[in-house]
């Protein structure tokens, strides 16, 4: 499942269990995150049941 964005303040901006490509850059309040880099763990099971995270960034630009 995809779990959590992060802003440098490690501060959980977006969440969802059941990821289906929908994120366009919103909070979970449905409001617009700025611009920045935003840290993304993404958790599941591995082959052995066991939890597994990858750990990666996207920087969110818009145009202007």
């Known amino acids: 499942s ?6 440098n303040n490690s501060k959980k ?4 269990n059941s990821y289906k490509n929908t994120w366009n ?8 995150l700025p611009d920045g880099t935003y840290y993304l763990i993404v958790t599941f099971p591995d082959t052995n049941d ?3 995270q ?3 960034f ?4 818009r145009d202007k």
């Open 2 to 7: 995809f779990d959590f964005f992060f802003k």
């Open 13 to 16: 901006v977006w969440s969802e």
């Open 25 to 32: 850059g919103e909070s979970n309040e449905s409001k617009p």
């Open 50 to 52: 066991k939890e597994k």
């Open 54 to 56: 990858i750990k990666t």
């Open 58 to 61: 996207i920087d969110l630009r």
